[in-house]
């Protein structure tokens, strides 16, 4: 009874109206292109709440540049398209990350460092140079330290060209397009303390050598069980940094996995009434500390990382049955979406 009352109370309310038209911030979510513009009514969700987009997967390298030489514009340019027709900022994600570099670079790589190291610089000068004042912000390296603690991550852009390649990737991005807002982007930092302090450190090393790095991105896949202080610690840290903080990927599970693929444990098998509410508060508090913590002028805004129980990669992923986003698998509100909108609303 207490869920309905709360849906049909809230369902009343500015149903005119999405997400966007209450935040003075940008409110994003990842998309795969050709699953939105071929299904009328998750397109007119999108439209209705959110004013940015960020490509789930058809922007990365893998993608981009499957083969050596053959550079795949197609899928980008639509989404550019979809972007500037619905008047939405487009996020690039991303430019350099370890799990989408192709195989034949990899292979090229071991042999060759130096290969690689021109490489890099190509194909960065290459992308962000055809969508220069196009592409509002990038996510310049993603997830460039270990899943837990402060150690750089074993890829193979550290083992062929060391720590160095992050600051030359972000100098080559803002040489591409100096207008553009350069992210370093990762997971895990909103509780892993350990970690938050080797990305601040890492960011601060590379402001101190005049590296042009504009934003931290956190990814925010968070669980239902991470306290509100811990992550309000880590926004309030990074926002002393003075760079924009985006909250990049965001969704929040019940269950928990060890950050491997099909490393899921099902702690919850159905999703509850006290469950829906719960996820609503959760969502409501990260809004409201976002907006409470990050200065105004820091604010790039939140990004939810698919917004339909059905499309979210949280399932496959982690061989999971979860209820992370914001709208269930029939795409319909759930208490979450209206504890979202509260957030966004609520008087600090």
């Not at 339909?308 to 979450?336: C, G, M, S």
Request: hydrophobic share 40%.
């Amino acid at each position: 009874m207490a869920i309905s009352l709360f849906s049909n109370a809230l369902l009343g309310q500015d149903v005119d109206t999405g997400l966007k038209d209450h935040a003075d911030f940008p409110i994003g979510t990842a998309i795969r292109i050709e699953t939105l513009t071929r299904d009328a009514e998750l397109q007119a969700l999108q439209k209705k709440n959110f004013n940015s987009v960020t490509s789930a997967s058809d922007m990365k390298m893998n993608r981009i540049l499957p083969k050596e030489g053959e550079y795949q514009w197609d899928r980008v340019d639509s989404i550019l398209d979809y972007a500037h027709k619905n008047n939405q900022r487009l996020f690039g994600h991303n430019l350099i990350w370890h799990s989408s570099t192709p195989t034949w670079v990899k292979q090229k790589a071991l042999k060759d460092k130096k290969w690689m190291a021109a490489f890099m610089k190509e194909y960065i000068y290459t992308y962000v140079g055809r969508y220069k004042g196009q592409v509002k912000a990038w996510d310049v390296v993603n997830e460039g330290l270990e899943s837990a603690g402060g150690a750089m991550r074993e890829t193979i852009w550290y083992k062929t060209l060391g720590k160095d390649y992050i600051a030359k990737a972000f100098t080559y991005a803002h040489e591409a397009d100096p207008d553009a807002i350069l992210f370093y982007n990762d997971f895990n930092i909103e509780r892993d303390t350990v970690k938050l302090k080797a990305t601040l450190d890492l960011i601060q090393d590379l402001r101190s050598k005049g590296v042009p790095i504009s934003g931290i991105g956190f990814q925010m896949h968070i669980r239902m069980d991470i306290p509100d202080e811990v992550i309000a610690n880590a926004l309030k840290k990074a926002s002393e940094t003075g760079l924009q903080i985006h909250l990049s990927e965001v969704d929040i599970i019940f269950n928990t996995h060890d950050d491997t693929r099909n490393g899921g444990v099902q702690v919850y098998n159905e999703l509850t009434e006290e469950m829906k509410l719960a996820q609503s508060d959760k969502y409501k508090n990260l809004v409201r500390m976002y907006r409470s913590i990050v200065p105004k002028e820091q604010q790039f805004g939140i990004t939810l990382w698919d917004f339909t129980d059905r499309d979210t990669w949280i399932n496959p992923f982690f061989n999971l049955k979860d209820w992370p986003t914001i709208f269930d698998e029939y795409l319909q509100p759930k208490p979450a979406y209206f504890g979202f909108l509260e957030g966004l609303k609520v008087k600090l």
